[in-house]
């Protein structure tokens, strides 16, 4: 059950908190996350791909004990896999949840395992969205990744975000660009994902993730050759969750 430590509407109070951190760091919106009971109860959704080491260390140090939610599709690269446990060691995170889509909905809606080559959508809603759904209704809010810098989708996400008046989605480093990432990996010594050395900059399943040539979009590599800039989870009723140009006047 989700908590109700706040009765305003969670417009108004995603609208107060962006007033409010407007103009703070990265840590400062992340630390408020963590600790503010208006939020009530978040957790950090990783796909630990090519930058999520920046956030899962931002975690590591605030909040160690934050629950970290990571969707294994049962089609991410072995890379991946070898990478989070990695990850989890070293940084000595308390509380990984690793969630997958229920055998039963698989078995029955993609047996052989190539439903991803006649329809992403529905590859994506089976094996991500539906789970992390799940996964996520014992809380408030989550916690991403997502930057404005990664596609023009995401080019005016705010720190705080509405999702479906009923979740408050928190975007730490959205106004983080690529080197700032950059320098935060190095200056803290973090391992990076080693398929980033191998021209993916953004980076999900196997068969739907191709490397990205220079200058083109980080994300190009996403789903290439299709209108599909997203997986899923980051939309509610099948659009994205509202952005400042959506609420603008």
């Known amino acids: ?6 009765q305003a509407p969670i417009a108004e109070r995603v609208a ?18 963590l600790h503010d009971p208006e939020l009530g109860q978040v957790a950090l959704v990783s796909s630990f791909g090519a930058e999520s080491v920046v956030l899962l260390h931002l975690v590591s140090v605030l909040a160690p004990q ?29 509380d990984i949840r690793t969630i997958r889509a229920r055998k039963t909905r698989l078995d029955f809606e993609d047996p052989d395992g190539t439903l991803h080559q006649f329809s992403t959508d529905a590859c994506c809603n089976i094996r991500k969205v539906e789970p992390l759904e799940h996964a996520l209704a014992g809380f408030d809010g989550w916690i991403t990744g997502r930057k404005r810098f990664q596609n023009a989708d995401r080019g005016t996400i705010d720190f705080f975000e509405n999702e479906g008046d009923f979740r408050i989605k928190v ?42 040539k220079p200058g083109e979009d980080p994300r190009a590599g996403r789903w290439r050759g299709q209108a599909k800039t997203e997986c899923g989870i980051h939309f509610v009723g099948g659009k994205p969750v509202r952005t400042t140009k959506d609420n603008a006047l």
């Open 16 to 33: 107060a908190l962006n007033a409010r951190y407007r103009h703070h760091s990265a840590t400062a919106v992340l630390e408020h996350a």
């Open 1 to 6: 059950m989700l908590l109700k430590l706040n």
């Open 171 to 212: 975007n730490p480093l959205a106004h983080w660009g690529r080197e700032d990432l950059d320098d935060y990996i190095t200056n803290n010594n973090l391992p990076r994902h080693p398929l980033v050395a191998k021209g993916y900059p953004s980076i999900g399943c196997a068969p739907c993730t191709s490397p990205v």
């Open 66 to 94: 934050t629950p970290v939610i990571f969707v294994d599709t049962r089609m991410l690269f072995q890379e991946t896999l070898d990478y989070q446990r990695e990850l989890a060691e070293k940084l000595h995170l308390c």
